[in-house]
């Protein structure tokens, strides 16, 4: 059972670059400014659908969450859908982060050479 519950917080590399785009949204995170900052950060273009795909998948395990906006007049009533990255996807994202530092420990002259 701990197995699963650790495995349903496994973090591939583009989960990873999404939660830390949300971060770097801040308060603004939906899906326009995210897809920027992937853009911007990372020089990944996602389509929208993957990015959709993904947050779904992250919320249903509990990584992020989402709120809905009051409708808005310039998306015609619509309302915008903003997420948040949540303790647990937190911290996923340092025990990501420290197994990679992990596995890259003591190669440092080699992954630094040109």
């Given at each position: 059972?701990q197995?699963?519950?650790?495995?349903?917080?496994?973090l591939?590399?583009f989960?990873?670059f999404?939660?830390?785009?949300i971060?770097?949204?801040?308060?603004?995170?939906?899906?326009?400014?995210?897809?920027?900052?992937?853009l911007?950060?990372?020089g990944r273009?996602?389509?929208?659908?993957?990015?959709f795909?993904?947050?779904?998948?992250?919320?249903a395990?509990g990584?992020v969450?989402?709120?809905?906006?009051?409708?808005?007049a310039?998306?015609?009533?619509?309302?915008?859908?903003?997420y948040?990255?949540?303790?647990?996807?937190l911290?996923?994202?340092?025990?990501?982060?420290?197994a990679?530092?992990?596995?890259?420990q003591?190669?440092?002259?080699l992954?630094e050479?040109r």
């Amino acid at each position: 059972m701990q197995a699963m519950a650790e495995n349903s917080r496994y973090l591939g590399e583009f989960e990873q670059f999404i939660l830390l785009a949300i971060l770097q949204c801040g308060e603004d995170a939906y899906t326009v400014p995210i897809r920027e900052v992937l853009l911007e950060k990372s020089g990944r273009h996602v389509a929208r659908g993957a990015l959709f795909t993904s947050l779904d998948r992250l919320e249903a395990k509990g990584i992020v969450k989402s709120r809905m906006s009051a409708p808005m007049a310039a998306r015609g009533g619509r309302a915008r859908r903003y997420y948040s990255v949540t303790p647990v996807g937190l911290d996923a994202l340092r025990a990501a982060r420290a197994a990679m530092a992990t596995m890259a420990q003591g190669l440092e002259s080699l992954l630094e050479r040109r």
